[in-house]
């Protein structure tokens, strides 16, 4: 049996990329984590607050790749290599809705803060935007085209604006409700790992699979910062809830953070 990995592996995998919005690690969803030496670790981070802590649903028919959050904890997302997203009650763990139409394997998801709509990426380097309003008389789609890879992580604003990163080293900022394409950021020399708004919407932080992370403006596309001294790949990237710190975490177990502040960069164009 391959050894379970250490907190401080776990949380380098599993932070969030929104704050108090919990995307990976899901607490009874099971799913794997890579570690270092090449073993496999299974994760199931049992949350006391559900009625079975040690409740772990089925129905995927291959690893899972990916699970979020709803904003509102009612619901959680999970999608895999079968292709397959499955919506999830939380406190049932029934399966609300099945999710059909990605290409190859869904490896990212994010929900959209009013819980209208899930964002998912897949290998086949398309993201869609499942429609999940009650009122709709079925799960309809769109697909957001233009990454040249695996969309590797998503991360829905708190106005509704997504971001995507890919394995084609760059990410994408759209409105989702328009299909627009409004920045695309270049920079990264490895695949994008973990992306992640500021509160007030004008920076975006990255992590590449590599060892630095980057600040963005979300206007203009200029990087900001590359920020460097991870000692290992950083696996993902958040800011504070106020805006003023990101945190990193990496393999190496170690967590850095750094300060912030805003150079009054113009607001998002919506």
Known sequence: M????????????CMVGRPGVG???????????GLPNGAVCPVSCHLSSFPDPGLVPTGHQR????????????????????KRVMIWEVQSGQVLRLLVGHRDSVQSSD????????????????????DLRAGT???????LEGHSGNISCLCY?????????????????????TSSLLVQLKGHV???????????????VSAGYSRMVKVWDCNTGKCLETLKGVLDV?????????????????????????????????????
Do not use: Y
């Open 111 to 130: 929900f959209s803060p009013t819980v209208n709509c899930l964002a998912t990426g897949s290998w086949d380097s398309t993201i869609r935007i499942w």
């Open 157 to 177: 604003s708190a106005s509704g604006l997504l971001a995507s990163g890919s394995w084609d080293k760059t990410i994408h900022i759209w409105k989702p409700m």
């Open 23 to 33: 995307s990976c690690c899901g607490g009874w969803v099971a799913t794997q984590v």
């Open 190 to 204: 490895t695949w994008v790992k973990s992306v992640a708004f500021s509160p007030d919407e004008l920076r975006l």
């Open 2 to 13: 391959a050894r379970c990995c250490s907190q401080p592996q776990r949380m380098a995998a």
């Open 137 to 143: 008389p079925a799960v309809s789609h769109q697909a």
């Open 234 to 270: 950083a696996h993902t990237c958040a800011f504070t809830p106020d805006g003023k710190i990101l945190v990193s975490g990496a393999a190496d177990q170690t967590r850095r953070q750094a300060s912030h502040t805003t150079t009054s960069p113009r607001a998002p164009q919506t």
């Open 63 to 82: 690893s899972v790749e990916t699970v979020s959050f709803s904003p509102d904890s009612k619901q959680l997302a999970s999608g895999g290599w079968d």
